[in-house]
C-alpha cells in the first residue's frame, strides 16, 4: 500500500514539477564521491601452546577497510550508493604443513563465493529520491525518527559508529501546515564497521517496521503531532524478516506539543507500547515471560530570564526499552528517547540506568551570557530514580542518583576554552553504610576541558582532557575503586595543512579489558600525524595503543574495543 501511495505521489509531483515546452535544457547532472580507506595493523597478545608459545607476532594481522559512497542528482532526482569492503592479511599460520585460520571474519550466515579469501563485500545503501513542492518520495535505504525519538528513532551515529537504516519506501508530504510521514521496510544493520574490529560478521536479522507520523504546524501558538509505529522483529538472519509469528511484537502510539507560553518554549511527547504473547503466553520481547504494556512522558521547557536562560526537563519511562531488547548483538537501538544524561560521564554501571526499563527523573540548567557571545558559564542539577534492578544493572535495589554540574564556555577572539565538573552520586535503597567503605553508594567525580589557543610561528594548540575517578558502592561481584583519563595534544601547522597529535590515555578500571602499551598495563600512548593533501583529500597516520572503554551518544551507548598497533587512512572526495 504504501508502494502504491509512494507511486501517486511520486508521479503527481512529476507533473507539478513538469517543464513547459518551451524548456530545451536538459536539468544539470551534479555527482560527489566518497572513498574512506583504512588500514589497520592489530598486535595481538594470543601466543600458541606450547611448544610455540614463545613465537611472538604469529596472531598479529592486517584489517583493510573500504567505504565508497556516491550521490548523483539531477533537477527533483537523487540517487545514492554505499558500498563497504574488508579484508584480513596475514590471518593464517602454517605448523606441519596445516594451515590454520586464526580468526573468522564471517559467519556462516553471510553470504561469500570465495570462502578461501578473508574477505567481503557488501552493497549496504542504496536509493532513489525524488523531492518536489508537495513530497518527498524515497524508494530504498532512509533513516527515520518521530518525534523525540521514543517511538522510533533509526538514524546514522557515526560517534560510536552506528549506520543502521530502514530499507524500503517512505514518503514525506508537506500539504500546507501539515507534515505527513509515512514509511515502511527492513532494518538493514550495517555489515562492515569503519572504527571497530571486523570480526565473526553476522548476517541480518531483517525486523520489519512501518510508521506514520501527522504534525499540524500553527495551532495559535502550538505545533501538534501524533505518530504510530509498529514492530515485527526476525528470530532468523536472511532477507525478508523471518518471524516466530504472524502478529506485530510492538506498537507504538503517541503524540507530541510544541508550544510557547508566557515567555516560555516547551517541548513535550507521551508514548503507549503494547506488546504482544506468543501462545504459551510469553513475549518475544520479554524473554518468554508474558508482557506488561509501557508508557512514556518527556517534557522539556526552556525560559529566558535577562542575561540567564534556563532549562527545564523531565522523563518517566517505564518498559520502553523491551523494542529494543532482542538488539544487544546487533549493536545498535531502534528506539531511543531523551536520557537527560551527560553522556561524557557514563561509566559500565550507569549505562544500565541510560536503558532502563523503569525510570523517571529530572534536570535544570542554567546558562549566563556573562560576557554575552563570549563567556557563558552554567550550573545544572539532574535527578533520577531507576527502579529497575538485575540484568545489565549492578545494583540489587532500586536507587535514586543525584548528578549536579558545572561548567563555562569561553570564547573570545584568540582562544576558546570548554570546561565542565561533576559529580554523580548513585544512592542505594535502604543499604546505609559500610564501616570500612564509608557510604555505601557509588560515587565519580569527573571533568573534561577542551583548551584550544595561538603558539609562536603561527602554530595552533588544542588540549583536550577528560578523566574519572570512580569508587564503587556495594554489588553481588564486587568491583575495584578506579582512576581513568584520557588526553589529547594537537598542534595545527601553519596553512591548516597539517597536524600532529600525541594521546595519551591512563587507567586502573579492571572492567576495561584492554592492555597499556607503555610503562606496565595501565598507561597507553599514541601519535598521530594528518595531512590535508588538498581540500579534497586527508591522510592520516596513527601509530600506538589506545584503551577499550564504553562511549555514549545521542542516547545510545556502546563498549569500543582497545587498539595497539598501527593505522593509516585516507578519505578523498570527488
Known amino acids: 500500500m504504501l508502494a502504491v501511495v509512494s507511486f501517486i505521489v511520486a508521479m503527481t509531483a512529476s507533473a507539478q514539477d513538469a517543464p513547459s515546452s518551451d524548456e530545451s535544457d536538459a536539468a544539470a547532472v551534479t555527482t560527489s564521491f566518497t572513498d574512506d580507506l583504512d588500514y589497520r595493523y592489530w598486535k595481538r597478545t594470543e601466543r600458541l601452546p606450547a611448544p610455540f608459545a614463545n613465537e611472538t607476532g604469529i596472531f598479529n594481522y592486517v584489517e583493510q577497510v573500504n567505504r565508497f559512497t556516491g550521490l548523483v542528482a539531477s533537477g527533483p532526482w537523487q540517487g545514492f550508493v554505499q558500498v563497504d569492503e574488508v579484508s584480513l592479511w596475514a590471518n593464517r599460520y602454517k605448523i606441519d604443513g596445516e594451515v590454520f585460520t586464526e ?51 533509526i538514524n546514522r ?65 502550538a505545533n501538534v503531532g501524533a505518530h504510530g509505529v509498529v514492530y515485527h522483529f526476525a528470530t532468523e538472519s536472511g532477507p525478508w524478516g523471518i518471524a516466530e509469528r504472524s502478529v506485530p511484537d510492538a506498537v507504538v502510539a503517541g503524540s507530541t506539543l510544541e508550544v510557547s507560553i508566557a515567555g516560555m518554549d516547551w517541548i513535550g511527547e507521551g508514548d503507549i507500547y503494547s506488546y504482544t504473547n506468543n501462545a504459551d503466553g510469553g513475549s518475544l520481547l520479554f524473554a518468554g515471560e508474558p508482557s506488561d504494556p509501557g508508557y512514556a512522558a518527556y517534557l522539556s521547557g526552556t525560559a529566558y530570564v535577562g542575561s540567564t536562560t534556563w532549562q527545564f526537563e523531565g522523563k518517566r519511562y517505564i518498559q520502553t526499552e523491551r523494542p529494543n531488547a532482542l538488539l544487544a548483538s546487533e ?138 575517578w570512580y569508587q564503587w558502592g556495594q554489588n553481588p561481584f564486587q568491583q575495584e575503586d578506579y582512576v581513568e583519563f584520557e588526553t589529547s595534544y594537537t598542534v595545527a601547522i601553519p596553512g591548516e595543512k597539517v597536524f600532529v597529535v600525541y594521546y595519551m590515555d591512563y587507567t586502573t578500571n579492571p572492567l576495561v579489558n584492554s592492555v597499556g602499551n607503555l610503562d606496565g598495563d595501565s598507561l597507553y600512548g599514541a601519535g598521530e600525524l594528518q595531512y590535508k593533501v588538498s581540500d579534497a583529500v586527508t591522510m592520516k597516520g596513527f601509530l600506538g595503543a589506545y584503551k577499550a572503554g564504553i562511549r555514549c551518544s545521542g542516547g545510545q551507548c556502546r563498549l569500543l574495543p582497545g587498539f595497539d598497533g598501527a593505522r593509516f587512512s585516507m578519505t578523498a572526495n570527488f
Open 157 to 221: 551515529n557515526v560517534d560510536i559508529d552506528i549506520d543502521t537504516s530502514i530499507q524500503g519506501a517512505k514518503v514525506f508530504m508537506r500539504p500546507g501546515a501539515w507534515d505527513i510521514q509515512l514509511l515502511a521496510g527492513q532494518v538493514n544493520r550495517q555489515q562492515v564497521f569503519q572504527e571497530n574490529p571486523n570480526l565473526g560478521l553476522q548476517g541480518d536479522f531483517r525486523h520489519l517496521v512501518a510508521g506514520a507520523a501527522v504534525t499540524r504546524y500553527g495551532l495559535g501558538p
Open 103 to 153: 580468526r573468522a571474519l564471517r559467519e556462516p550466515d553471510v553470504f561469500w563465493p570465495l570462502p578461501g579469501i578473508d574477505g567481503y563485500a557488501n552493497l549496504e545503501k542504496v536509493f532513489l529520491a525524488r523531492e518536489s513542492k508537495l513530497a518527498t518520495v524515497t524508494l530504498g535505504d532512509f533513516y527515520g525518527a518521530f518525534g523525540n525519538g521514543l517511538a522510533l528513532n
Open 331 to 468: 549493536l545498535y537501538e531502534i528506539a531511543i528517547g531523551p536520557t537527560l544524561e551527560y553522556e561524557r560521564a557514563i561509566t559500565e554501571d550507569s549505562s544500565a540506568a541510560v536503558n532502563s526499563n523503569n525510570s523517571w527523573g529530572g534536570k535544570v540548567r542554567m546558562d549566563w551570557a556573562a560576557v554575552p557571545g563570549e563567556v557563558v558559564p552554567y550550573v545544572s542539577v539532574a535527578v533520577f530514580r531507576d527502579l529497575e534492578e538485575g540484568g545489565l544493572h549492578f545494583n540489587e535495589v532500586p536507587e535514586t542518583i543525584f548528578h549536579p554540574m558545572i561548567g563555562i564556555e569561553a570564547r573570545p577572539e584568540k582562544f576558546s576554552f570548554i570546561g565542565n565538573l561533576g559529580m554523580r552520586y548513585d544512592d542505594r535503597d535502604g543499604q546505609g553504610t559500610d564501616s570500612e567503605r564509608g557510604i555505601d553508594a557509588d560515587r565519580q567525580l569527573h571533568g573534561d576541558l577542551d583548551f584550544k589557543f595561538a603558539l609562536p610561528g603561527g602554530l595552533r594548540a588544542d588540549i583536550a582532557v577528560a578523566g574519572e
